[in-house]
């Protein structure tokens, strides 16, 4: 018999589909309109403040939770943005990106076999997150083309076997921003059925005219059971630099902060000193970073549906879900490789946010936004193509 030298855990799920998305846009030379990370540059203030953390010999392990200065500032900045008062000497994880604050807060909290709801689409990672961690997903369907859920679906997926749900607001890939009502319900629910709320944030700071981003650990009752994950890649336009955290009650970070250690001990130091005058930055910058974005996403849309996509309108992150115009491919996987390989455009299939065989799936590719305008129009010309049929 030949044994397998791979886990069955690593068997069960695939390589990330969008990273796979991005090697093939660089093989054929088309614009990368699949993985969500800017082409244009990072704020100079935290460049030069990286630049002289490193100098400064800033350049050895920091605190494993944190440096002390960046987990202040993320302390001050999250009570100005949320209204709600942390301790970063025991409810505040920094970690290598929100990525890594997710799957440390579901190792910390979950023992397999418990359920974790999750709405369906979601977010790539939170399938290999619920593989790794134990957890079996229960999926609450966010239907199209406004991605409600029905409250009924949603109370039916609670059970007394609920360790949490997943709540990422605003979300990828839908551009939906939950509403106060709705994470009131959702709250509710989790205080019947005594469960957590992981709540993914990373797109707090991108929401659109006529939508507000609720933080629901400032909602009644929420503090105690919230464990909010987010980070500085989005909001700052430092992907690479892989700094996120996890804030949580002081038992449930004392926990997230052992499996952080034991995962990668900590995020970069010099980087964290960076972070700290990216969190120093005033109102001005979010208010300027909305603006751009809402100027992106009303540049973009008109340029998707004059190819003939039909696409739902964002109302917070930076990605358009949108169904493809008929070329005679009914198959989403299919239509993004005839979309790289032929028209020069790379998108992502929404197959890869949805169980297998999904229909809504089959019908929509997945755009993002975070480009330069000169990305966003050559994109547009190559889709102008498309209507030329
Ligand atoms: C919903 C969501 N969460 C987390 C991440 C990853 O964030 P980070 O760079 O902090 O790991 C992304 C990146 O695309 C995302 O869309």
Redesign the pocket.
Known sequence: MTRSFISQKAARFTESVIREMTRLAQRHGAVNLAQ?FPDFPAPAALKEAAKRAIDADKNQYAITWGAKAFRDAVARKHERSSGVAIDPERELTVCC???EAMIAALLATVDPGEEVIVFEPW?E?YGPDAILSGATPVYVKLHAPDWHYDPAELRAAFSPRTKGIIV?TPH?PTGKVFTREELLEIGALCEEFDALIYT?E??EHIVYEGAEHVYPMALPGLRERTVMIS?L?KTFSI?GW?I?YAIAPAPISAAIRKVHDFLTVGAPAPLQEGAVAALELGEDYYDGLKREYQRRRDLFLPLVRSAGFVPSVPQGAYYVMAEYPDVGIHDDVEFTRYLIETVGVAVVPASSFYRPGEPEAKRRVRFCYPKRDETLIAAGERLAALARR
């Open positions: 969500g990106g929100s990525t977010y990672n990422n990828n993914d990373i797109y980070g890649s992907t892989r996120g």
